[in-house]
């Protein structure tokens, strides 16, 4: 039975992130990854400055910015209108904030946590490595990889919304069918219509439905996912999606919408689930972080974010001096449950706003138009403001 100090199941966002700051802090740290070749499915990806900030102490900053955009504000529209209801102001809210909103490929920044993982000697990182059988053992944890037990003083989950670990911490948690699903493609930006900004990111609200589009690539590309609500509910991360079933879901929508939605050739989707965050997120040696604790609903943009934010809190727990490993984790729980559990809520309350019917809507539009970007951005400042030693 092979011995380890840290042991991480994932080797997603949240479990890299996880790695490297564990790491830092002194850990020897042993990464396993189900799948025999690493890379990430999806392809947008949105990282606010509350998760900005940590990946810029990794000193990812420089590699971030060469790969991402720094969008200069969030358009936000309404039914066939062909002008933005409100643009909330991203470029100057950075300066307020201390931090810039950035937007990249999800895979982009997947290469850049494990190339950066790679390169720690403290970081073994194995593939075709899943994590299963977990079970206690005085004074650690033990698992099973390809039928051989393994032991770990601990032992972090971060192997997504159907985490083995998961179901040792809290098995009666299951996910949740939102009765939705994300369609996502990427175009060539220059394929793009040409009302739509290069450097923002535009969200266009219809009913039973709602589409987010925003640069990636350094500007090269821009991703585009479309929320609508249908009876699917296939099990894959990116299934391949009919073109024509997609354009006519959105053959009555603005133009701009449709030339958008018809750029794009080739679709995959999603049928989206939740986990919710208010069980345990530990038990004995293991621990929960990212989807595997708090899966949540992407109306907020906030699952990535959370995953760093959750991998920053635990380390900083695990490090305090003082405190043993139950105590770190319990300690751990109780910084991060009400937090994530505000967002969550915050995400599932976007997407009853985006998806309003036409009645409901008038009164919507009419509310962000007199509040205005600048307020309603500012409106988020407990989000984006948050600092892990605050």
């Known amino acids: 039975m092979a011995e380890f100090e840290t042991a991480i199941a994932g080797a997603g966002i949240a479990g890299l992130t996880a790695a490297l700051l564990l790491s830092r802090s002194g850990r020897q740290v042993s990464v396993f990854e189900r799948t025999a070749v690493h890379y990430e499915v999806g392809a947008g990806l949105q990282i606010s400055p509350n998760a900005g900030r940590i990946l810029e102490q ?3 900053g420089p590699a971030l910015d060469a790969v991402s955009v720094r969008p200069q504000a969030i358009d936000v529209y309404s039914g066939s209108h062909l002008k933005p209801l409100v643009s909330m102001p991203l470029a100057s809210a950075a300066l307020r904030l201390g931090a810039p909103y950035r937007v990249l490929h999800r895979a982009d920044l997947q290469r850049l946590l494990l190339d950066a993982a790679r390169a720690d000697p403290s970081i073994r990182l194995a593939l075709a490595a899943p994590i299963t059988d977990v079970e206690t053992l005085s004074g650690a944890i033990s698992f099973s990889i390809g039928g051989t037990r393994h032991a770990a003083k601990l032992l972090v989950g971060a192997d997504g919304i159907r985490s083995a670990v998961r179901h040792f911490v809290d098995p009666g948690q299951t996910e949740i069918a939102a009765q939705r699903t994300a369609w996502r493609t990427t175009i060539p930006a220059v394929e793009a219509p040409e009302e739509l900004p290069r450097d923002h990111v535009s969200v266009f609200m219809n009913e039973r439905s709602h589409v987010v589009a925003y640069p990636i ?5 821009i991703n585009v996912v479309a929320i609508i609500e249908e009876d699917w509910s296939g099990e894959g991360w990116a299934e391949p999606g009919d073109p024509d079933e997609i354009t006519r879901f959105f053959r009555n929508a603005s133009s701009v ?7 794009g050739k080739a679709w995959t989707r999603w049928c989206l689930r939740a986990v919710e965050p208010s069980g345990p997120w530990h038990r004995g040696h293991a621990v929960l972080v990212g989807d595997s604790a708090h899966a949540m609903l992407p109306f907020l943009a906030q699952g990535a974010a959370m995953a760093i934010e959750d991998a920053a809190i635990l380390t900083r727990c695990l490090a305090q001096p003082g405190f043993d490993t139950q ?15 505000r967002v969550w809520r915050a995400a599932q309350q976007n997407g009853t706003i985006y998806h309003m019917s036409p009645l409901a809507a008038s009164f919507r539009d009419a509310t962000m138009k007199a509040l205005g ?8 400042d407990w989000l984006y403001g948050w ?4």
């Open 373 to 380: 970007g600048e307020r309603l951005l500012a409106r988020y």
């Open 257 to 263: 919408l449709t030339a958008l939605i018809n750029a």
């Open 327 to 341: 105590a770190a984790l319990q300690r751990y729980q109780a910084l991060r449950q009400p937090r994530v559990a």
């Open 217 to 221: 690539r350094a500007g090269k590309e």
């Open 58 to 60: 990794l000193g990812l």
């Open 387 to 390: 600092k892990q030693n605050g």
